[in-house]
């Protein structure tokens, strides 16, 4: 071997790397790569020197006219030396003669491939080529080499971080299970409490109200038997003021028995929304679950948006009620927001007299076939809640989406994200989130029937 060609071999170069912050969206370049490209005129002889000069170096990217011609690992290399006359016969070969000897192959893969796909697409080589380096196309013609364990303690890494994500997820979870079960109990008993007496002023004013009518009639009657009162019964009449009183009275009985009606339904409706539920799930109409949170918001609304239900003909849905009381109230308050946000926006703007538009929500309920089935199920039961807001970017969306997904560290744990995987790991179903800027947002709830 002569000199010159070691004064041409380049030293190899080692990145550094981005190991700290790996996350199962880290591709391969913030992996430490190495920059190692020879000619393949070069010798056995000069890879032995180097590769005994740098124990770490994997393997080294073989270039014929400046251009990539393959991948020569260091356990190909010693492969060649430690066999009979192996010395003899390889050691003064030029490197493309060993090259077309290994006969194995490389993969090469771009640098923007995810850490985890690179991963299992290594793991998917022969069994002699496992242990192989991989070769990492950087673009612009320039190739660098990843070792196959710094690979591996990556992948690694990305899953112990993935283990500890989901089991911060699932602590979250339970302790806000516990603070929904509590506050469930506490409201349910303040409700109980609410209701008692509620029911007690509807019992008696039935009975009230036909006291009164008795009442006036009896006065009707004893007018008729005697038509010349004294005077001082007709000032009395006059102090009083009969006439208004007789026809106010029955309009006030009939205020009250609507204001009792009112408060039994609200506090009905907080009840079923405070539901605890049960080990398995239970038939529920959903209509009556969508109209006791509907009444629910009706304070936030304020005449402000109007609510347009469509119902179509559902039949009972087995689920958890309590659960599912939280998902609808989740979307409506979140609405609700949004359209009000929006309203203010619109106030405050220059043109608000040509945009202004009346905020709108809609509800649609259907069971829908064979287009969202799956294994076991044919029927689904959609629900529906659009809002005609100014939507969402593509960049909101998109964050929503990804806050749904276990592997994303959340400063947070939102409310969509809650309902998410209410619907999707506790019922089975789906959670659609679409939405268009200038024309609104939709949430769709997919339910299966059993």
Known sequence: ???????????????????????????????????????????????????????????????????????????????????????????????HILYSYARTGVLVLADTTPILTGMQLAMRRSPECLAEPIVVDCGCDTYKLLDIQELHRASWQIRGIETQVRYERSQAQIIQSDKMASLGRLVDGVAHEILDPVNFIWGNLTHVSS?????????????????????????????????????????????IQSGAERLKKLVTSLQNFCHIDEVYPKPTDLHACLDSIILLINSRINGEIEIVKNYGHLPPVYCFLGQLNQVFMNIFSRVIDTLLDDAVRQELSQDAANTLKKARIQVITEVVGSNHAKPGYSRWVSVKIIDNSNGMSAAELTQIIESFSLEKRADKETSLAVSYRIITARHGGKFNLRSQLGIGTEFEILLPLV
């Open 1 to 95: 071997m002569s000199q010159e060609y070691i004064a041409e071999i380049p030293v190899p170069i080692q990145s550094e790397g981005n190991n700290y912050d790996l996350s199962s969206e880290s591709q391969l370049s913030e992996l430490p790569l190495y920059s190692f490209h020879v000619e393949t005129s070069c010798t056995g002889l000069d890879m032995a020197k180097v590769f005994e000069k740098y124990p770490l170096l994997p393997g080294v990217i073989l270039l014929e006219g400046g251009n990539y011609f393959g991948m020569l690992s260091r356990r190909q290399l010693l492969e060649f030396f430690i066999r009979p006359y192996g010395k003899e016969l390889f050691v003064q070969q030029p490197l």
């Open 211 to 255: 006291y009164c009518q008795d009442i006036l009639r009896l006065v009707n009657v004893y007018e008729r038997e005697l038509p010349q009162p004294s005077a001082n019964l007709k000032n009395f009449k006059q102090e009083i003021e009969y006439e208004f009183l007789e026809e106010d009275l029955l309009k006030s009985l009939a205020s």
